[in-house]
């Protein structure tokens, strides 16, 4: 097996001493980063098949199933930023392999987790192990492929491989919980994480450093914020919107998200760099990111749940069932990279938008008091649409983050789309708990859906300025 030799960490000998480009390498690097990505989805949308049965052991109401799913993303996004700052500071190749170690051994605690309570304290764990490891993911591959034109023909793959992870996910949990329980959708997390580990010491080159400044107080803004969202969005049907404490949480969220606005305009030392903070086109792959993954998880929450509820589908059934709609993502994934550079980032996310928004606007219409077969095309054409759009959508942030700013760009990304999949489970959660008829659900779920969509191409129109491919290629020469 290829090995990397040990390198400085100096710029220039780390230069020097870089692997070439050999296929073996090549195939080794994208595996080694892919495989943190793919332990992150398919630890989502396993979960999200399992849900019957944790509730089933452990008599949990929907907010608490809400949880098991959120508790996740809330430290996950809360985090990203901690983890792309780390990553400049400790490296991102060591960032990396602390979060896949971290990762597995929280999953070996939701996996022995004895009530719904321990299970979501472990799912809390699992989503610091992963805010470590996802942007250095992104940047460890933007430093083995500094060429654009290449990067992004990989991009496609590694979206791709991540793809399959959560187009089976749902088929791997159920066949998982229907032989050998809910618990081990988790411990299915140690294969993968060990051989991640592996790979990135066997394959990756240490990353430059930097001597960034941390600003913990933004941080803890940050953490703080989100939890104080999360609780008002899972909680506010339970306890009602005009309660206290869901009024009081509501003022937290507010007043922390206006102490970030304010210290982020200030500091000397901004979690977000200025040159980023100030890049429109960034941001507005960043919305997009937001609402793209509002729609992913919000999606596989409702299907799910419609499946073993609506239909009375079993575990593994259910996983069966969205093989189909699940599995688009990774076939147009591949396409992604390829057709970015040959007609530019712009058009492809176009294009896959409007495939999203035609597939879900055909959801609307047909609704849920239906067989399930009727809804199989539409659900995959939107999903089709997303694995089109996504990749070319990260491989726009990156461009725009440049080197020396990948590791930032990557975690502000992930920190979006993360805070996006957290309203999107909890906004379903929330339309589950008022609307009881199934036709009704579908249609409010896939109609949110689509005003996701047209919202995201809007920014993408209007932000995004066309590139075309001879310009991406002659950027490299």
């Known amino acids: 097996m290829t090995s990397v030799p040990d390198c400085p960490s100096d710029a220039a000998s780390a230069e020097q001493c870089a692997p070439k480009p050999t296929r073996a390498w090549t ?17 989502v949308t396993v979960v999200n098949v399992a849900l019957g049965s944790i509730q089933q ?19 996950f996004a809360a985090l990203l930023l901690l983890g792309g700052a780390l990553a400049n500071r400790l490296g991102a190749k060591r960032t990396y392999m602390i979060g896949l170690a971290w990762f597995v051994a929280a999953s070996v605690f939701c996996g022995i987790a004895s009530s719904g309570v321990m299970l979501i304290a472990a799912r809390l764990l699992q989503g610091i192990g992963a805010a470590f490891f996802m942007p250095s993911s992104l940047s460890l591959l933007t430093e083995s492929f500094p060429d654009r034109v290449t990067r ?17 996910g749902p088929f791997v949990g159920g066949l998982l919980v229907y032989n050998f329980g809910w618990r081990s959708i988790f411990y299915l997390n140690l294969p993968i994480g060990i051989l991640g580990i592996i790979l990135t010491s066997l394959f990756l080159r240490p990353s430059l450093r930097k001597a960034d400044v941390f600003d913990l107080a933004s941080h803890a803004f940050i953490m703080v914020a989100l939890a104080a969202l999360s609780f008002v969005l899972i909680e506010g049907p339970t ?16 007043l922390a998200f206006l102490m970030i606005l304010m210290r982020e305009r200030s500091a000397a030392h901004p ?25 992913i998880f919000g999606e596989v929450f409702l299907v799910s749940l419609y499946l073993q509820k609506a239909h009375g589908a079993s575990a593994l059934v259910t996983g069966i069932d969205m093989l189909p ?3 688009m993502f990774s076939i147009l994934n591949v396409s992604s990279g390829y057709l970015s550079n040959r007609w530019g980032e ?19 219409l047909i609704g849920g008091g239906v067989p399930y077969w009727m809804l199989i095309a539409p659900i995959a054409l939107c999903n089709a649409g997303m694995g089109l759009a996504i990749p070319a959508m990260i491989t726009g942030v990156m461009h725009e983050a440049g080197k020396n700013d990948a590791n930032v760009g990557a975690a502000t990304l992930n920190a979006n789309r993360q805070i996006g999949a957290l309203a999107g489970v909890a906004v379903m959660g929330i339309a589950l708990h008022l609307i009881s008829n199934w036709t009704v659900s579908i249609r409010v779920g896939f109609g949110a859906f689509a005003l996701c969509f047209v919202l995201a191409f809007g920014l993408i129109w209007w932000r995004i300025p066309h590139r075309a491919a001879a310009t991406l290629k002659n950027a490299q020469t």
Do not use: Q
Request: aromatic letters at 12%.
């Open 27 to 43: 195939i080794g690097v994208v595996l080694a980063v892919s495989l943190g990505f793919v332990m992150a989805m398919l630890d």
């Open 57 to 75: 052991e452990f008599h949990a109401p929907l907010s608490e199933l809400v949880w098991v799913i959120d508790a996740y993303t809330l430290t």
């Open 152 to 168: 992004t023909k990989l991009l496609g793959i590694w979206g791709a491989i991540v793809g399959i992870a959560a187009g089976s």
């Open 239 to 254: 306890f009602g919107w005009l309660s206290k404490w869901i009024l009081a949480s509501a003022a937290i969220a507010a």
């Open 271 to 295: 979690v977000i760099p200025h040159t980023l903070a100030h890049n429109a086109p960034f941001w507005a792959l960043n919305g997009m990111g937001f609402l793209v993954n509002f729609v």
């Open 325 to 327: 709609i699940m599995g």
């Open 346 to 364: 712009r058009h492809v996310m176009l294009i896959g938008l409007s495939c999203a928004i035609i597939g879900t606007s055909f959801a609307v």
